[in-house]
T-cell receptor, first 113, second 111 residues
């Protein structure tokens, strides 16, 4: 039969614009969330994390927002640069998992110069 | 710190051969994870260890896969016998809490 791969959502933005990448997580008991960036040929790289007792956390050019009511997480990248082009994954954790992270499917970010 | 070190970076092997992937975690980290990444299924957790003890191996696809962690600074993932459908990028990650640090991965091709 025909093989079907994961169809990752793609976000295309113009250099200098802001990017918003969304993630719906599955477990309402999850209390810790991480965003990872994966560039071609490399392993996922930590960007920013947030615990469930917070709604927002800011880093350098990045902000993570957490809406526990609808189990939604977003990553905002300010002034997107060509070097931000990558696949972005959200990951969730709960005490039930120990230290195990459960990853989402990922979103492709393409930055146009 | 050199980060999580995986070897080899690339491995091409014939179907039926044994393959061993290696990982050196970050010193001081107490958890180690093996992931597999494919276009079909994305990033899948195969097994994870806490303090060198396997905690959850529910993601190991079948008995052909085995993983060991003989000490805090070394882990192996073995596939015997290998099959073409095992072709993927295999990542090792380590952590002290839930924030995993990933290695660069081993790209395995089984022909």
């Amino acid at each position: 039969g025909e093989s079907v791969g994961l169809h990752l959502p793609t976000l295309s933005v113009q250099e200098g614009d802001n990017s918003i990448i969304n993630c719906a997580y599955s477990n309402s008991a999850s209390d810790y969330f991480i965003w990872y960036k994966q560039e071609s040929g490399k392993g996922p790289q930590f960007i920013i994390d947030i615990r469930s007792n917070m709604d927002k956390r800011q880093g350098q050019r990045v902000t993570v927002l957490l809406n526990k009511t609808v189990k939604h997480l977003s990553l905002q990248i300010a002034a997107t640069q060509p070097g931000d082009s990558a696949v972005y994954f959200c990951a969730e954790n709960t005490w039930e998992y120990g230290n195990k992270l459960v990853f989402g499917a990922g979103t492709i970010l393409r930055v146009k110069s | 710190d050199a980060g999580v070190i995986q070897s080899p970076r690339h491995e091409v092997t014939e179907m039926g051969q044994e393959v061993t992937l290696r990982c050196k975690p970050i010193s001081g980290h107490n958890s180690l994870f093996w992931y597999r990444q494919t276009m079909m299924r994305g990033l899948e957790l195969l097994i994870y260890f806490n303090n060198n003890v396997p905690i959850d191996d529910s993601g190991m696809p079948e008995d052909r896969f085995s993983a060991k962690m003989p000490n805090a600074s070394f882990s192996t993932l073995k596939i015997q016998p290998s099959e073409p459908r095992d072709s993927a990028v295999y990542f090792c990650a380590s952590s002290l809490d839930s924030r995993g640090t990933f290695g660069s991965g081993t790209r395995l091709t089984v022909v």
